[in-house]
Nanobody
Framework: QLQLVESGGGLVQSGGSLRLSCTAS????????IGWFRQAPGKEREGVSC????????NYADSVKGRFTISRDNAKATVFLQMNSLVPEDTAVYYC???????????????WGQGTQVTVSS
């Protein structure tokens, strides 16, 4: 069973950057499309970005386009989310999860981990 662990969150000022990591164990990461999701206090979980198993297809929520970049290093069994120009509205717990496919929608089919907290101060 593929297990994913998120890391890299923290507290950053508005306009700053963070890079989140999603590290896999248990099975080969390169078999799976991976999505990043986030959940802010009092809000539903929402999709942020996804990447296909090969890395050839990527998708972003409109709210993060041009600011966030998803990538993967299958040799290191890690998927990254580079977040630039952060704003307070990006404050949330961020999760990575296996998704069925990376398209305009990317339904999660894997298990949710603990996530990593991102807090952006104004």
């Amino acid at each position: 069973q593929l297990q994913l662990v998120e890391s890299g969150g923290g507290l950053v000022q508005s306009g700053g950057s963070l890079r989140l990591s999603c590290t896999a164990s248990g099975l080969r990461l390169d078999y799976y499309a991976i999505g990043w999701f986030r959940q802010a206090p009092g809000k539903e979980r929402e999709g942020v970005s996804c990447i296909s198993s090969s890395g050839g297809r990527r998708n972003y929520a409109d709210s993060v386009k041009g600011r966030f970049t998803i990538s993967r290093d299958n040799a290191k069994a890690t998927v990254f989310l580079q977040m630039n120009s952060l704003v307070p509205e990006d404050t949330a717990v961020y999760y990575c999860v296996v998704v069925r496919t990376c398209g305009s929608d990317y339904p999660a089919i894997g298990y949710w981990g603990q996530g990593t907290q991102v807090t952006v101060s104004s």
